[in-house]
């Protein structure tokens, strides 16, 4: 059971009235976090609320437009993430990056290695530190182990180890047991308890609600980038913090549904992969949106990639119109009508500098090209009908997609996969990262193509877009398929339960 909270001392760490702006997007508007000596404050929010921005801001990855930051009292300017080291800030990521060629003690020290008289890198004292935090944390590692020789979770507390050289008075925890097991979750606890008696504060970030009752003293609740809530663990449970995460209306109005569902158009049956989703069956019928919802690391992308093709499926069948399909490539599932708009656009969706107009027409050579020669009026015709349905905002067809905003670059991926004419189109995240005005356009154009008969699978976090884009809703955790919600059934609450594996009966 967490500790009372004291309520004397002041914080080591506050942050007041930070505002964090973005083009077309308000990450921050005015959020507030306190966090104190030998106690863990929980960050809790959906995906998008705002936590990973706040993390930035705390680590001098980003800079506040507004607000400020004390440290024990003091206004301090985190400019770069060096500053942040030196002002005893540090944080252990979900994925820290680290350098499998170099060894334990030099990865804990990268950046700051002890050093002899003549500058030169002391080894013996580098390994002997090393060997001391690793030791602290209940490692058994030999600090001189070239790290591609660690296994995942071994590399984690490494990444540990390098974050806590820096004697740190804040320790960031940003998802820090995603990638380990029951048994090291339980040490990562006991690491935590000794944390804060040595006097830390923690700020702890998860989406697992079993994990914040366990450890943390209060809770702060950011939601679409604001301050929601804060107090007390111990004056708290699931259902209220449950309330805060998602206690809106939805704010945007969603276009209906217009006409009747068709026949079954794709059917996976118990598709699973050895490391990221497991036994994942349904159904999507001609004209329907079947929403996938889930918090991080649930495994909806990495389920979708592999229907598409980009990774394969230790077991499982997947069906087009009643025909067995093996997609072994993307092409191998764009010859069989199905598409995949993935949630990177930059890396994975668009070539941002080449054109518009060749981006649109890559996936369609084989109609716009004659005998092997392109024709570019054919790929001009082609592009200017899909962007003018999805109001794409550019100078021109030849302009270069990363001259766009982020919205119009979205727009330019969806109107290259529909102009393939696919039967299926998994939309991963549609709308992340885009402004309001374009969220609306590609809604009403996702509505529009269900009503031609096309079928959508959306992946999506947003819980707003989720309930008033679907027809239904399969919710995943932890790799499994957990829930499944029609129209009637979804509603905020019932799928953040779902995602965050909350008994029914510890909210009434």
Not at 227 to 242: D, H, K, T
Request: contains cysteine.
């Amino acid at each position: 059971m967490p500790i009372s909270a004291n309520h004397s001392n002041p914080p080591i760490l506050s942050l007041n009235g930070i505002v964090k702006d973005f083009p077309g997007v308000r990450a921050l508007s005015e959020v507030s976090i306190d966090l104190f000596a030998g106690e863990v404050t929980a960050l809790v929010g959906e995906n998008g609320a705002g936590k990973s921005t706040m993390v930035k801001v705390l680590t001098g990855i980003y800079q506040p437009d507004a607000g400020q930051i004390k440290l024990n009292g003091s206004p301090v300017k985190l400019a770069t993430p060096n500053d942040a080291a030196r002002a005893g800030i540090t944080a252990i990521h979900q994925e820290t990056v680290l350098f499998d060629e170099l060894s334990v003690a030099e990865n804990i020290y990268i950046g700051h290695a002890p050093r002899t008289r003549t500058g030169l890198i002391d080894w013996n004292t580098m390994n002997a530190n090393a060997s001391q935090l690793l030791e602290r944390i209940g490692a058994s590692i030999d600090p001189t182990t070239v790290l591609k020789d660690l296994g995942i979770a071994s590399k984690h507390l490494v990444a540990i180890s390098r974050a806590l050289s820096i004697d740190a008075s804040v320790v960031i925890m940003d998802e820090p047991t995603a990638a380990l097991s029951h048994k090291e979750i339980e040490e990562l606890y006991q690491l935590v308890e000794q944390l804060k008696s040595d006097g830390k504060a923690i700020l702890f970030i998860s989406h697992k609600f079993d994990e914040i009752f366990r450890i943390a003293d209060r809770y702060t609740v950011f939601r679409d980038g604001e301050l929601v809530g804060n107090g007390l663990i111990e004056n708290s449970n699931a259902a209220e913090l449950v309330q805060l995460m998602v206690g809106r209306s939805l704010e945007s109005v969603y276009p209906q549904r217009t006409g009747e569902l068709g026949e079954t158009i794709l059917r996976v049956d118990g598709y699973s992969h050895p490391t990221e989703f497991d036994d994942i069956s349904f159904t999507l019928n001609r004209g329907e949106v079947l929403g996938l919802y889930g918090l991080v690391g649930a495994g909806r992308s990495e389920c979708m990639q592999a229907i598409f093709g980009i990774t394969r499926p230790s077991k499982g069948n997947l069906f087009i119109d009643g025909k067995q399909i093996t997609p072994k490539s993307p092409a191998d599932a764009i010859a069989q009508g199905l598409v995949y708009v993935p949630e990177d656009r930059g890396k994975q969706g668009a070539i941002t500098d080449l054109s518009i107009v060749s981006n649109i027409a890559l996936p369609s050579l084989n109609t716009t090209s004659n005998k092997g020669f392109v024709r570019m009026a054919r790929e001009y015709a082609l592009a200017r009908q899909y962007t003018a349905r999805l109001e794409l905002k550019a100078a021109a067809l030849d302009q270069h997609v990363g001259e766009l905003s982020g919205g119009n670059q979205q727009k330019v991926v969806i109107a290259k996969w529909l102009a393939t004419q696919p039967e299926v189109i998994i939309l991963d995240e549609p709308t992340k990262g885009v402004d309001i005005g374009s969220k609306a356009a590609v809604h009403a154009f996702m509505r529009e193509l269900a009503s031609q008969g096309l079928a959508i699978i959306m992946v999506s976090s947003e819980i707003p877009e989720i309930i008033g884009m679907s027809d239904r809703i399969i919710v995943m955790r932890e790799g499994r398929q957990v829930a499944e919600f029609n129209q009637q059934q979804a509603s905020p609450e019932n799928l953040v339960r779902a995602a965050a594996g909350i008994e029914e009966t510890s909210v009434a």
